[in-house]
């Protein structure tokens, strides 16, 4: 298995992202910001993509955005196909994509949107923490990107400072100060809690 970064003679697989990323999200029944395949050529062509191939075939997948000129980074649109699940591969993506993210934009704050715990626990052990999502980008660009989820009316509802989703953030400054990363493991049963509080605030009032 290779993970390695991403160019663009990896382009014949992003109709392939693309298809498993949604299919993925509805098997999972969360919402997601719908990518392009032509969108996802263009982080190919930049270099800010990380692409996991088992020989020709696709493995698995995530990419770097840039925002508020640079100043925070995201690492996005992390998946794996179907047949290479559970054999810690999106661990070993997520780690290439944040060395790869930390290499470029050395200064940025890294930052992630997620529903889900696994992630959770993969930012944790890089250092990340969760914020409000005031301590994010004030980007608007990312947040119109929220535009085809299927919660984004939540994420109206409450001015952009809550959705299910939950805030993490991996600040260098921050790291540096303190000369070591502050891991804290997630605790899933206050993961759950909280998000059984957040789907009884928001999406029973969805459905009034």
């Given amino acids: 298995m290779d993970v390695v970064i991403a160019n663009k003679s990896h382009a014949v697989y992003a109709q392939e992202i693309c298809d498993t990323i949604e299919e993925s999200a509805k098997v999972?029944?969360?919402?997601?910001?719908?990518?392009?395949?032509?969108?996802?050529?263009?982080?190919?062509?930049?270099?800010?993509?990380?692409?996991?191939?088992?020989?020709d075939k696709f493995a698995g997948f995530c990419y770097i955005e840039a925002w508020s000129h640079g100043k925070f980074v995201a690492n996005s649109g992390l998946i794996v196909h179907p047949e290479y699940r559970g054999g810690g591969l999106a661990k070993k993506i997520k780690h290439?994509?944040?060395?790869?993210?930390?290499?470029?934009?050395?200064?940025?704050?890294?930052?992630?949107?997620?529903?889900?715990?696994?992630v959770m626990k993969m930012n944790s052990e890089l250092g990340y923490r969760p914020v409000p999502f005031s301590e994010l980008t004030?980007?608007?660009?990312?947040?119109?990107?929220?535009?085809t989820c299927k919660n984004y009316d939540i994420l109206q509802r409450t001015e952009q400072k809550m959705c299910l989703c939950t805030g993490m953030l991996?600040?260098?400054?921050?790291?540096?100060?303190?000369?070591?990363?502050?891991?804290?493991?997630?605790?899933?049963?206050?993961?759950?809690?909280?998000?059984?509080?957040?789907?009884?605030?928001?999406?029973?009032?969805?459905?009034?």
């Fill in 96 to 118: 290439k994509i944040f060395e790869h993210s930390r290499t470029k934009y050395p200064e940025a704050k890294v930052f992630s949107i997620t529903t889900g715990l696994a």
């Fill in 28 to 55: 999972r029944g969360t919402g997601i910001a719908k990518r392009t395949p032509e969108y996802v050529i263009t982080k190919m062509e930049n270099g800010n993509a990380v692409i996991a191939l088992d020989g």
């Fill in 138 to 147: 004030t980007d608007q660009t990312f947040w119109n990107g929220c535009q």
């Fill in 170 to 208: 991996y600040d260098p400054a921050a790291i540096e100060k303190k000369n070591e990363i502050d891991i804290k493991p997630v605790k899933e049963k206050v993961f759950m809690r909280l998000k059984r509080l957040k789907q009884s605030m928001f999406l029973k009032k969805e459905e009034k």
